[in-house]
């Protein structure tokens, strides 16, 4: 491995250069270093300066939790829009809970992105005031709040309309975790946007290391993309890249019901186990329509996991080191969603209980349900 001077930074937003990771900033491949060091008149980027200079395309980068909060209490000191990008599919798992403490009195426009995965029947009024309320509840007094979709291009225009209403000249912070399609929906806006020209990238914040590219607007101004935090408790960080592109929804969400009698269980795969705890009960799952879905007999469902993992119940395909299933309890007073943060929801009629399995690390929870 190639060794990098610690005092080599990417020209383009200032993170340390590093070829050891790619999804954290600062990545460049050993091939560019060796070419810098052969010729060090040359100009080195890390790779993500480089895509979106040459090709004006952006690729997300991850940071820790701590890293995150020193960006957000660098954007605190600025007077600008802050755009909180969020998974509509995964919205508990890609919330940023207390976002405004950290931001301050600052506008922030809650972009509830994938909007084209959930089924068509959704009414997109309610889906926006159940944004808005979770935004509450979460401790995040959204301006405003809107629903798009970064790959079929829903609603972008409405979206830059919408900044264009509330940044009042000034920059614009965008935000979110990642796995949301923060990069796509930039990526979107460049390429939807005739006004945005000569990008180029700047430097990074004052006294940290996290990378940002500010996108130039038309009056001075920039739109400013930033890294995505990393929510240690979704599924994805504990799947590998085949399974997470089988977990991962591409098109709208297939609801599948199950008529279930007392002493039932469903695995989604071998993600997650729900054993019903009523007499009877009807239950609708929304979950990628790739994984599959067993039905089996509480009394047996032990045994059929641990014979089954990795088999018909999989993903997971690599069984070696997955967590351990936990359980937890869940009544439901109204109709309601368990969801399991990353995968999706199952959701059950009021008075139902249910006892919810997933692996060790990822969140489960309930809330009322939302179609």
Same mark, same amino acid.
């Given at each position: 491995?190639?060794?990098?001077?610690?005092?080599?930074?990417?020209?383009?937003?200032?993170?340390?250069?590093?070829?050891?990771?790619?999804?954290?900033?600062?990545?460049?491949?050993?091939?560019?270093?060796?070419?810098? #060091?052969?010729?060090?008149?040359?100009?080195?980027?890390?790779?993500?300066?480089?895509?979106?200079?040459?090709?004006?395309?952006?690729?997300?980068?991850?940071?820790?939790?701590?890293?995150?909060?020193?960006?957000?209490?660098?954007?605190?000191?600025?007077?600008?829009?802050?755009?909180?990008?969020?998974?509509?599919?995964?919205?508990?798992?890609?919330?940023?809970?207390?976002?405004?403490?950290?931001?301050?009195?600052?506008?922030?426009?809650?972009?509830?992105?994938?909007?084209?995965?959930?089924?068509?029947?959704?009414?997109?009024?309610?889906?926006?005031?159940?944004?808005?309320?979770?935004?509450?509840?979460?401790?995040?007094?959204?301006?405003?709040?809107?629903?798009?979709?970064?790959?079929?291009?829903?609603?972008?225009?409405?979206?830059?309309?919408?900044?264009?209403?509330?940044?009042?000249?000034?920059?614009?912070?965008?935000?979110?975790?990642?796995?949301?399609?923060? #990069?796509?929906?930039?990526?979107?806006?460049?390429?939807?946007?005739?006004?945005?020209?000569?990008?180029?990238?700047?430097?990074?914040?004052?006294?940290?290391?996290?990378?940002?590219?500010?996108?130039?607007?038309?009056?001075?101004?920039?739109?400013?993309?930033?890294?995505?935090?990393?929510?240690?408790?979704?599924?994805?960080?504990?799947?590998?890249?085949?399974?997470?592109?089988?977990?991962?929804?591409?098109?709208?969400?297939?609801?599948?019901?199950?008529?279930?009698?007392?002493?039932?269980?469903?695995?989604?795969?071998?993600?997650?186990?729900?054993?019903?705890?009523?007499?009877?009960?009807?239950?609708?799952?929304?979950?990628?329509?790739?994984?599959?879905?067993?039905?089996?007999?509480?009394?047996?469902?032990?045994?059929?996991?641990?014979?089954?993992?990795?088999?018909?119940?999989?993903?997971?395909?690599?069984?070696?080191?997955?967590?351990?299933?936990?359980?937890?309890?869940?009544?439901?007073?109204?109709?309601?969603?368990?969801?399991?943060?990353?995968?999706?929801?199952?959701?059950?009629?009021?008075?139902?209980?249910?006892?919810?399995?997933?692996?060790?690390?990822?969140?489960?929870?309930?809330?009322?349900?939302?179609?």
């Amino acid at each position: 491995m190639t060794e990098i001077d610690d005092k080599l930074y990417c020209i383009g937003c200032g993170a340390r250069l590093q070829t050891e990771d790619k999804t954290k900033p600062g990545y460049v491949q050993e091939s560019t270093l060796k070419k810098y #060091s052969e010729d060090d008149s040359k100009e080195l980027l890390c790779k993500r300066c480089f895509r979106l200079r040459n090709y004006n395309e952006i690729t997300d980068v991850d940071v820790s939790d701590d890293d995150f909060l020193k960006l957000l209490d660098s954007i605190s000191e600025k007077d600008a829009l802050v755009v909180n990008v969020v998974d509509i599919f995964d919205y508990e798992g890609s919330v940023i809970p207390g976002l405004q403490r950290f931001v301050g009195d600052k506008k922030i426009l809650v972009v509830g992105n994938k909007v084209d995965l959930l089924p068509s029947s959704v009414n997109q009024n309610r889906l926006l005031n159940w944004l808005q309320q979770k935004s509450k509840e979460n401790g995040i007094k959204s301006t405003d709040q809107i629903l798009v979709s970064a790959v079929k291009g829903t609603n972008i225009d409405e979206l830059m309309a919408m900044i264009e209403k509330y940044r009042d000249g000034k920059d614009v912070y965008v935000v979110g975790t990642t796995n949301t399609g923060k #990069s796509t929906l930039i990526n979107r806006i460049i390429s939807s946007n005739s006004d945005i020209k000569n990008l180029i990238t700047t430097s990074r914040f004052p006294g940290t290391t996290l990378d940002r590219i500010d996108i130039p607007l038309d009056d001075g101004h920039n739109l400013i993309d930033t890294p995505g935090i990393i929510h240690s408790y979704q599924l994805a960080h504990f799947l590998n890249a085949k399974d997470l592109k089988t977990v991962t929804p591409k098109k709208p969400l297939r609801p599948v019901t199950f008529q279930l009698r007392d002493g039932q269980t469903i695995f989604v795969a071998g993600l997650a186990r729900f054993d019903f705890l009523d007499y009877k009960t009807n239950v609708t799952f929304y979950v990628n329509q790739g994984l599959p879905i067993h039905r089996t007999k509480t009394i047996n469902a032990d045994d059929f996991y641990e014979r089954h993992l990795g088999d018909i119940l999989a993903p997971p395909t690599e069984i070696e080191d997955f967590p351990k299933m936990k359980q937890q309890i869940f009544s439901a007073h109204e109709k309601s969603d368990i969801v399991i943060y990353g995968l999706g929801w199952v959701t059950i009629p009021a008075g139902s209980k249910v006892k919810a399995y997933v692996p060790a690390g990822v969140h489960v929870s309930i809330r009322d349900a939302i179609i």
